[in-house]
């Protein structure tokens, strides 16, 4: 395998390893009896399901958006909050795992500026501060983050791709710091924010194999996985 393939290689598994790391805080409360919570489903797929978080009527807190959604249709089954954001673990604190993901596609040759937004799925829900991370890779990029609502800055990062030998240390060492990637942290508790990515001049001027690349984004509470 050659080096620009073994770098998109190693990349990809980043992403890999990135996926499911968000966690999201829901408030807490006193659950229903076991008995009125018996007739409920207690996993779904790999997945332990307890409450204030459930699948089906009597089986969640209502009002807060702590309704699952168990699709069985997939080997094996897949648990989403609301209809689009996956689970991958409920913890018994009121801690989710999930994955948040943005798949930008560029246009070769044009230099553009994306805006996307995320917003938790019920109004007791909240991305905890500190530890998460917004997680962009891309080439020649900036991003600044914002309040879903205002203009308030939440953070700015950018990232260049011009040293391919740089590159392949920081992806082989599983590293983000403005070499292919970089990462903005919350440090507020949120329910929803906003972010933009533009294109600088070096997008027009990188190596074929990077000028098609979709630009990735993701949250994650931790980003330091080693290659194996």
């Known amino acids: 395998m050659g080096a620009a393939a073994m770098l998109l290689a190693t990349m990809r598994l980043l992403i890999m390893c990135l996926t499911t790391s968000v966690v999201i805080l829901g408030t807490s409360g006193a659950p229903p009896s076991a008995e009125e ?39 094996p089954p897949k648990l989403f909050l ?71 800055s939440l953070g700015y990062c950018s990232s260049t791709c011009r040293d391919i030998a740089v590159m392949q240390k920081e992806a082989v060492g599983m590293s983000c710091s403005g070499i292919g990637c970089c990462t903005i942290t919350f440090h507020t508790t949120i329910s929803a924010f906003r972010f933009s990515v533009t294109q600088g001049e070096e997008a027009q001027q990188l190596p074929s194999m990077f000028a098609n690349a979709t630009i990735k984004a993701f949250l994650a509470d931790a980003y330091d996985y080693p290659p194996n």
Not at 52 to 64: A, D, I, M, S
Not at 112 to 138: C, D, F, H, M
Request: glycine share 14%; with cysteine.
């Open 82 to 152: 609301g209809n689009t954001t996956e689970i991958h673990d409920i913890y018994t604190d009121g801690y989710v795992n999930a994955s948040i993901i943005f798949n930008i596609a560029t246009t070769p040759g044009v230099l553009g500026a994306y805006n996307r937004s995320w917003e938790t799925p019920g109004r007791s829900l909240y991305i905890q501060e500190g530890e998460t991370k917004l997680l962009v890779i891309g080439c020649g990029i900036e991003v600044n983050m914002f309040h879903a609502d205002s203009d308030e």
């Open 37 to 75: 919570l018996a007739h409920c489903p207690k996993a779904c797929g790999d997945v332990n399901i307890s409450y204030p978080y459930g699948v089906g009527n009597g089986c969640f807190r209502p009002g807060g958006g702590f309704e699952l959604t168990c699709d069985d249709t997939t080997k």
